[in-house]
Nanobody
Framework: QVQLEESGGGLVQAGGSLRLSCAAS?????????????VGWFRQAPGKEREFVVV????????AYADSVKGRFTISRDNAKNMVYLQMNSLKPEDTAVYYC???????????????????WGQGTQVTVSS
C-alpha cells in the first residue's frame, strides 16, 4: 500500500507561485506503486470540508481541474521519479489551505471529486497567500 508525503507549501503574496510535490513515503518502500495510481490534490481551509483541486491519471494523459483553479494550476507527474507535482500560479488569498495528495482507489470512477474515493493521504502542506 502506498503512503504519500506532500511538500513545497509556504507563504506567498497574492499573484505569486508555488510548486507542491507529492511523493510516496520511503518508509513504506511503496514508491513503485505510486505510478500505478491516479493521484489527486485536495485542499482544506480551516472550518471547511476537504475540497477537490485536480486529479491526474496514472499515465499522466488525463487531468481534471476544479473550476476555481483552471488556468492557474497545473498538475504533472514524473513516474520515473515517482513524483506528482502541482504548479500553482496567480495565487489568491482564497487558495489558502492545507493541501493534500491522495491516490484514487482502484476501480473508482475517474470523474469523482469525492475525497472518500481517495486514500493514502499525507500530512498535508500549508499554503498561505497574503493579500
Amino acid at each position: 500500500q502506498v503512503q504519500l508525503e506532500e511538500s513545497g507549501g509556504g507563504l506567498v503574496q497574492a499573484g505569486g507561485s508555488l510548486r507542491l510535490s507529492c511523493a510516496a513515503s520511503r518508509r513504506t518502500l511503496s514508491s513503485y506503486a505510486l505510478r500505478t495510481y491516479a493521484v489527486g490534490w485536495f485542499r482544506q481551509a480551516p472550518g471547511k470540508e476537504r475540497e477537490f483541486v485536480v486529479v491526474i491519471s496514472w499515465g499522466g494523459g488525463s487531468t481534471a481541474y476544479a473550476d476555481s483553479v483552471k488556468g492557474r494550476f497545473t498538475i504533472s507527474r514524473d513516474n520515473a521519479k515517482n513524483m506528482v507535482y502541482l504548479q500553482m500560479n496567480s495565487l489568491k488569498p482564497e487558495d489558502t489551505a492545507v493541501y493534500y495528495c491522495g491516490v484514487l482507489r482502484k476501480s473508482t470512477n475517474w470523474g469523482t471529486q469525492n475525497p472518500s474515493d481517495f486514500g493514502s493521504w499525507g500530512q498535508g502542506t500549508q499554503v498561505t497567500v497574503s493579500s
